[in-house]
C-alpha cells in the first residue's frame, strides 16, 4: 500500500496521560497536514509541514500539542496531559509540491477517558 | 477567517434519482475546491475537484459547478447508487495560508434501494 498510514489506528488512553501518534505520507509528497475531526463535523486543520519546516499552526493546538517531521518524511503528533475533549480522530494528509490534492490517511481514534 | 457552509446536513434519496449538495465561502482568495467522501470509519477520500479558473467539471456520474461571483459549488451526482450512501464533505483552501483546507460540516446520502 503506498497511501498514507498512520499508527496507530485506535488509542485509549486515561485523562492525563501523554499520547503519541505518527503519519508516514506518500513517498514523495513534501507538503504534510494534520486534521482533527469530531463526531459529525470536518476534519479541522492543525498543523503543516513542508518538508521538516513547521510553517502554520492553528489556533486550535494548544500548547500540550506539539508535532515534528524531523527528517522530512514521517511526522509525529504528541498530545501531553490528554484532557477528554481531546477525543477525536486524528488525520495526517500529504500532497506533492505544487499539487494541490490531499491525501488522507486512515486516522487514528483518540478516546480520553 | 475562512467559513465554508454545506448544506443539507442529510439527504436522503431513491436510487437512481440524483443527489445535489451545496456549499459556500467566504474568502475570495480560495482558488481550489475539492469533494470528499468519507465512509463510515474510513479515511476521507477525494472524488472531484475544481479550480477558480474553470466553471464545471465531470467525471462519469459525478459533478461540480462553481460560481465564484456568488462564491459557492455544488456537488452532483446522478443516478445514485447505494454504494453511494456515506458522508460527503466540500472544502476550500483558506486564501492566505499554506494550503490548508477549511472543511463544511458534511451532507450525510442515504441512497435507498
Known amino acids: 500500500d503506498t497511501g498514507v498510514s498512520q499508527d496507530p489506528r485506535h488509542k485509549i488512553t486515561k485523562r492525563g496521560q501523554n499520547v503519541t501518534f505518527r503519519c508516514d505520507p506518500i513517498?514523495?509528497?513534501?507538503?504534510l497536514y494534520w486534521y482533527r475531526q469530531t463526531l459529525g463535523q470536518g476534519p479541522e486543520f492543525l498543523t503543516y509541514?513542508?518538508?521538516?519546516?513547521?510553517?502554520?499552526k492553528s489556533r486550535l493546538l494548544s500548547d500540550r500539542f506539539s508535532a515534528e517531521r524531523p527528517k522530512g518524511s514521517f511526522s509525529t503528533l504528541e498530545i501531553q496531559r490528554t484532557e477528554q475533549g481531546d477525543s477525536a480522530m486524528y488525520l495526517c494528509?500529504?500532497?506533492?509540491?505544487?499539487?494541490?490534492?490531499?491525501?488522507f490517511g486512515p486516522g487514528t481514534r483518540l478516546l480520553v477517558l | 477567517g475562512e467559513n465554508v457552509e454545506q448544506h443539507p446536513s442529510t439527504l436522503s434519496v431513491q436510487e437512481g434519482d440524483s443527489a445535489v449538495i451545496k456549499c459556500t465561502y467566504s474568502d475570495s482568495a480560495s482558488n481550489y475546491f475539492p469533494w470528499y467522501k468519507q465512509e463510515l470509519g474510513k479515511r476521507p477520500q477525494l472524488i472531484i475537484d475544481?479550480?477558480?479558473?474553470?466553471g464545471e467539471k465531470k467525471d462519469q456520474r459525478i459533478a461540480v459547478t462553481l460560481n465564484k461571483t456568488a462564491k459557492h459549488f455544488s456537488l452532483h451526482i446522478t443516478e445514485t447508487q447505494p454504494e453511494d450512501s456515506a458522508v460527503y464533505f466540500c472544502a476550500a483552501i483558506y486564501g492566505g495560508s499554506q494550503g490548508n483546507l477549511i472543511f463544511g460540516k458534511g451532507t450525510k446520502l442515504s441512497v435507498k434501494p
Open positions: 475544481i479550480r477558480s479558473n474553470v
Open positions: 494528509a500529504s500532497r506533492e509540491g505544487v499539487k494541490e490534492t490531499q491525501y
Open positions: 509541514f513542508q518538508n521538516e519546516a513547521q510553517l502554520e
Open positions: 513517498s514523495e509528497h513534501n507538503r
